[in-house]
């Protein structure tokens, strides 16, 4: 099972990680138009919209300030050491 925890929880660190990248591109002054630099762009946002959203429900952006992924990044750290330990037990 030690190899199951290795892979779930390098899941987790990725889209912790894909989190942190659109954190980072919120301070970008506008998306690219085109090529790669769009494909990521499209990439991040559409991987992490359907989570930050639900966060966004309940804590919605003040004025220019999204507050939602710290929130997000709270709760993707507890439950990806729940989802751990109870993969653990087994």
Not at 37 to 66: C, K, Q
């Amino acid at each position: 099972m030690d190899h199951v925890e290795t892979y779930v929880g390098a899941l987790f660190t990725v889209f912790l990680l894909v989190i942190l990248v659109r954190i980072l591109l919120s301070f970008a002054p506008r998306p690219p138009f085109a090529g790669p630099g769009r494909a990521v762009w499209n990439f991040v946002h559409e991987s992490t919209d359907w989570y930050l959203d639900i966060f966004r429900r309940l804590i919605p952006p003040l004025g220019m300030f999204d507050l939602s992924p710290i929130l997000a990044i709270i709760v993707l750290y507890i439950v990806r050491s729940l989802v751990l330990e109870l993969l653990g037990s087994f």
